[in-house]
């Protein structure tokens, strides 16, 4: 069983806020209302499209992908405020929602901001992790696409709405763009 929020909020004083970093789902779907967004930055660290998804966005039969924060490069997305009040209802929820499987090694992570560095919890993932799917083939991408399909949709579904969010933040990530626009043609089959 995985490690619960509260091991990871372990020097929280209660009297903070909480600053988690979203480099995907969580700037267009948190699940809470954040109490401010900011754009983020952080080192050391990069978004990319090779997780394994077995439930959200895909079946242990047919695996989807998600977005997997990686150790090397840099990575835009947005800082989320969760005001202390709600730290203990969110963190639950998203515990729930991010760390069903233990997938994730959650770690704080200073991420640059134009009002300063700040420390915000981010969802990473170890390239030793099960989950992780080490480069991908075309046809591997084809068939994900085309057929791949979870509780919360699917990977075509998930890599446009991640796209378009970053887009409206001002953030152009053109791998995930090309993926979409090269793979989007696939999705036709999964239409009923």
């Not at 990473?124 to 480069?135: A, K």
């Not at 043609?185 to 009923?192: D, N």
């Amino acid at each position: 069983m995985h490690t619960g929020w509260q091991a990871h909020l372990s020097h929280w004083n209660r009297t903070d806020d909480v600053w988690l970093f979203g480099y995907g789902s969580l700037i267009w779907k948190p699940g809470f209302a954040p109490a401010e967004q900011r754009p983020a930055q952080v080192f050391g660290w990069h978004r990319s499209l090779q997780m394994w998804s077995r439930t959200n966005r895909g079946t242990p039969d047919c695996p989807g992908l998600v977005l997997a924060l990686l150790q090397g490069g840099s990575c835009r997305g947005m800082a989320l405020r969760v005001h202390r009040a709600d730290v203990p209802a969110v963190l639950a929820d998203l515990w729930e929602r991010e760390m069903r499987n233990a997938v994730y090694t959650p770690r704080w992570l200073r991420c640059q901001t134009s009002h300063g560095t700040l420390q915000a919890l981010a969802f990473t993932l170890p390239r030793s992790s099960p989950y992780f799917t080490g480069p991908l083939s075309d046809s591997t991408y084809r068939h994900i696409f085309a057929h791949a399909k979870g509780r919360y949709g699917t990977t075509a579904d998930y890599v446009r709405e991640t796209a378009l969010a970053l887009q409206t933040i001002g953030i152009r990530d053109r791998a995930l763009e090309a993926l979409h626009q090269r793979y989007a043609s696939c999705t036709a089959q999964l239409q009923p």
